[in-house]
């Protein structure tokens, strides 16, 4: 490293980064739309079903507290299949890998919901093992544009090996099938 590099480098070191103040109450009201619009979907799926008697769905808020956010109100569903009880339970917002998530519990078990990328298929995890390698040292910093991604509501596998699968009506109603039917 030339000298000049060097002082270029401590020049850089000497300016604070500022970095941009998180807005929590704005993701708390992005959160909460998403969870509006991921029953509403819901709500799509089993209208014919509740309008023809089959089924009830019923409304109701949860309390949740997140680091940052505080407590908040944050709505729930109930669905009762027959004498079966089936609750859609948001978790929270603040969460490694997605940007939500809403339990499913059933008497027969669990399905979670998350609210990740499109393009996401599953948790993938990566590491990098540092030594005695050299990069060279790079003349102009490298940027990247931001492009927005697409986030979509899933379903995740359960543990070793979490897959994500789009949300459709089919897969919500085999996923609500097995918490009932197991």
Same mark, same amino acid.
């Given at each position: 490293?030339t000298?000049?590099?060097f ?5 850089? #070191?000497?300016?604070? $980064? ?6 929590w &109450?704005s993701?708390k @009201?992005?959160?909460l739309?998403n969870l ?6 819901i709500?799509g ?8 008697? #089959?089924?009830?769905? $019923?409304?109701s808020s949860?309390r949740?507290? &997140?680091?940052h956010i @505080?407590t908040?109100?944050?709505?729930c569903r109930?669905?009762l ?6 609750t859609?339970?948001p ?7 997605a ?8 008497p027969l ?7 990740t ?9 990566s ?5 005695e390698?050299k990069q060279?040292?790079?003349k102009e910093?490298?940027?990247?544009e ?7 509501w899933?379903?995740a ?5 979490v ?5 459709t009506?089919?897969?919500?109603f085999?996923?609500?099938?097995d918490?009932v039917?197991?």
């Amino acid at each position: 490293m030339t000298k000049e590099e060097f002082e270029n480098f401590l020049e850089q #070191k000497a300016r604070p $980064e500022k970095a941009k103040p998180i807005d929590w &109450e704005s993701q708390k @009201g992005e959160w909460l739309q998403n969870l509006r619009s991921f029953y509403s979907t819901i709500d799509g799926y089993l209208a014919p079903y509740r309008e023809s008697g #089959k089924l009830k769905v $019923e409304s109701s808020s949860v309390r949740l507290t &997140e680091e940052h956010i @505080g407590t908040y109100e944050a709505e729930c569903r109930t669905v009762l299949v027959g004498s079966d009880k089936v609750t859609l339970v948001p978790v929270g917002t603040l969460l490694i890998g997605a940007r939500g998530r809403v339990d499913m519990n059933g008497p027969l078990g669990t399905v979670k919901f998350i609210f990740t990328g499109k393009n996401s298929n599953g948790i993938s995890i990566s590491w990098k093992i540092q030594g005695e390698e050299k990069q060279p040292a790079r003349k102009e910093p490298v940027t990247k544009e931001a492009v927005p991604e697409e986030f979509v509501w899933k379903i995740a596998t359960p543990p070793p090996k979490v897959r994500f699968i789009e949300l459709t009506p089919e897969t919500f109603f085999s996923a609500l099938t097995d918490v009932v039917n197991g």
